[in-house]
């Protein structure tokens, strides 16, 4: 019979568990936390109410904050299931002798109860505390209801839990703390602004030695150590909780439920460091001017470092987003796809004369031409004239689609198709999309999309940019660009050799400047945020001494990979006879081909989808062909095209000089 009425008292009780568990919004509703790529905390965010609610599990305080709190508020909690018999007996036992309440019964997993459901502290208040806590502990075990408490608990003002307590009132983790702090940490939350150290320093210097001598009692610390402890100082203020990387914690963060915990690529030391740079650096600007930085891990794009202005606090514009003109900062690209095609080689002349293409009639950047120079030297001295002859080789058009399928975002106006302008600016983009290129060239051409989240898989790959050797070519031409005036000595270039290539838009509205050393890509954009001119403000002045500045913050490269063919016709000089010399009408000399044309399937044609596709042909032009079906770029070196289905399709083939012919077929499957 006992036995029967234990087990319908047990049902009953998780009947009464289930059908009415524990409100838990309070503990859902937590600070969302940015860390950097070891956990560190780089910023909170306050929650809907404003208070700051970070979450803390008994793991990550101090031993003897934790056994401080436990000898003072609830010295059985690891034996009781949250509810102590005993304190109860002692604490009615005392009512009745003294008439009065002396010491409450309260178990640390009652005050998480009430720390979820705050409510007056009547009898029927308790006896819920009480039937909670035995839930809680049911439920969450003995660490779970810690966590609560820990995460929970009131520390004056907008503080909420023992972590931002301890960061806003001493500046650490709460993992490593002294006695005189721990004892502070554990008395402030039985009155939390009547205890205040900074408003109230005699009454919270009072609780803190009680807590001494408890925990002396306890036999936790000894005397002279508890003596020493009061005699700490106070602290006299709160502290500003970390606010590192302000501009990508609001993006990490957006979205993100309470509570969330999300670990970034960031290296917090870095970033301080870079926001030191961005501080010195916007006081050097005239008023209005300010400057973006990113920077990334060549090995996988992950994003190390990045400020979205020179001070946070005086704009939080993100202006490492905003759309620019990168002036001269894409003729790399131009190069580098000619090196892949081996249409151009790095010795390869070019005539730097006026020369009108169409309707337009481009200038040098000083007003001058300087006759016949290498690729080499007009890359090196970013001189327009041959930029745009060689993208007049290569094909506006192509080069865009190039960049496009690498993951680059590229704004033109409304119905534009791009143009030989692009080798000066004639686009828009991203100082993000920019580093991102920059670094596809130092990871042998092949382009990934910049990885934010250590705590995620790293992205694959979008695609090749161009060939390993070609993108070796361009950098070993970069390196050895002419340095900005007065800093061939400085500390950033004796440590390490970095490819650059700067950029001002017109009217020097924007400076640019992308340097790429083994391990790590750098890109500074300095510029006004509305977008007005900065007359003289051109990248090698105004971004590039900046982006060394930033390469002396980074640890020393590691060795270079070898070239992946020390053979390959782009390392060997002179270049061989086809590409000596680039001719007046943009071809090298001797490289005149027939136009491009599609031999299968032919235009108009009914063609029958086999096993391995629709077979693809095409003759003229410069190879290496791109199809395209439908607007969606096929794999490289295609030869089959696996349709979706039967009906009416439209492709397209391009060649390496941006040439196009199109087909529209309609395709019929097998048995139709």
Do not use: C
Request: aromatic residues 6%; proline residues 9%; without cysteine.
């Amino acid at each position: 019979m006992a036995i029967a009425s234990a087990g319908v008292l047990a049902l009953g009780l998780l009947a009464t568990d289930l059908a009415l568990p524990p409100d838990l919004s309070r503990w859902d509703s937590r600070s969302v936390e940015i860390l950097d790529h070891e956990g560190r905390l780089l910023r909170p965010f306050p929650t809907n109410e404003g208070a700051w609610r970070l979450t803390t599990n008994p793991d990550q305080v101090d031993p003897l904050y934790r056994a401080m709190l436990v000898a003072v508020e609830d010295r059985r909690y690891g034996w009781h299931p949250g509810v102590d018999p005993l304190a109860i007996v002692r604490a009615g036992a005392q009512v009745v002798r003294h008439g009065r309440v002396i010491s409450g019964a309260s178990t640390l997993s009652m005050q998480a109860a009430r720390l979820l459901s705050p409510s007056p502290r009547t009898l029927g208040a308790k006896l819920a505390e009480a039937g909670r806590a035995l839930q809680l502990r049911r439920r969450l075990g003995a660490d779970g209801v810690l966590s609560i408490y820990l995460t929970l608990a009131p520390f004056g003002g907008p503080l909420e839990g023992v972590r931002a307590a301890s960061l806003a009132w001493f500046g650490r983790e709460p993992g490593q703390l002294t006695p005189a702090q721990a004892a502070l940490l554990v008395a402030l939350p039985q009155s939390p602004e009547r205890l205040r150290p900074d408003r109230f320093p005699a009454a919270a210097q009072a609780a803190r030695a009680k807590v001494l001598d408890r925990a002396v009692a306890a036999g936790l610390i000894a005397t002279d150590v508890a003596d020493a402890a009061k005699a700490e100082p106070l602290p006299s203020s709160m502290l500003p909780l970390p606010m590192l990387a302000p501009h990508l914690a609001e993006k990490l963060a957006a979205d993100q439920p309470g509570g969330a915990r999300i670990r970034s690529t960031l290296h917090s030391d870095l970033q301080r460091a870079l926001e030191g740079v961005g501080r010195a650096e916007l006081a050097r600007l005239e008023k209005g001017g300010d400057l973006a930085v990113l920077v990334l891990d060549n090995e996988d794009a992950s994003v190390l470092a990045q400020i979205g202005s020179g001070d946070w606090k005086q704009r939080q514009l993100d202006l490492s987003r905003a759309v620019r003109s990168p002036g001269s900062a894409l003729k790399p690209f131009i190069y580098a796809v000619a090196f892949d095609d081996l249409s151009l080689h790095p010795g390869t002349l070019i005539d730097d004369t006026p020369q009108r293409f169409g309707d337009w009639l481009p200038n040098n950047f000083d007003d001058g031409f300087h006759g016949v120079v290498t690729a080499r030297e007009a890359l090196q001295r970013s001189l327009n004239i041959p930029a745009v002859r060689v993208l007049e080789r290569v094909g506006p058009g192509r080069l865009a689609a190039l960049l496009r399928l690498s993951g680059a975002e590229l704004a033109l106006p409304p119905a534009a198709e791009p143009g030989l302008p692009l080798a000066l600016g004639g686009v828009g983009i991203r100082l993000g999309d920019l580093a991102m290129l920059y670094a596809a060239l130092a990871d042998d051409g092949v382009a990934r999309p910049l990885r934010l989240r250590a705590d995620q898989p790293a992205p694959t790959p979008v695609g090749r940019l161009v060939g390993a050797d070609a993108a070796r070519a361009v950098l070993a031409v970069l390196r050895d660009s002419p340095m900005p005036d007065g800093l061939a000595g400085g500390a950033g270039i004796a440590r390490r050799r970095v490819a650059f290539k700067t950029g001002t838009s017109f009217g020097f509205r924007d400076a640019w400047t992308v340097g790429v050393s083994n391990d790590y890509t750098v890109a500074v954009w300095v510029g006004r945020a509305d977008g007005a001119p900065r007359p003289g403000a051109a990248g090698r002045q105004a971004a590039a001494p900046i982006m060394f500045r930033v390469f002396d913050l980074l640890p020393p490269d590691g060795p270079g990979r070898p070239l992946p063919n020390p053979d390959h016709a782009l390392f060997r000089n002179p270049p061989p006879p086809a590409l000596t010399r680039l001719d007046s009408g943009g071809m090298a000399a001797n490289t005149r081909t027939e136009p491009l044309r599609i031999l299968f399937p032919p235009d108009g044609a009914e063609v029958e989808a086999l096993a391995d596709g629709v077979s693809l042909s095409a003759s003229g032009g410069r190879p290496p062909y791109r199809w395209v079906a439908d607007n969606v770029p096929l794999p490289d070196d295609s030869r089959f095209w696996q349709p979706l289905g039967a009906g009416f399709s439209r492709l397209t083939v391009m060649d390496a000089a941006g040439q196009r012919a199109s087909a529209a077929i309609r395709v019929r499957l097998p048995g139709e």
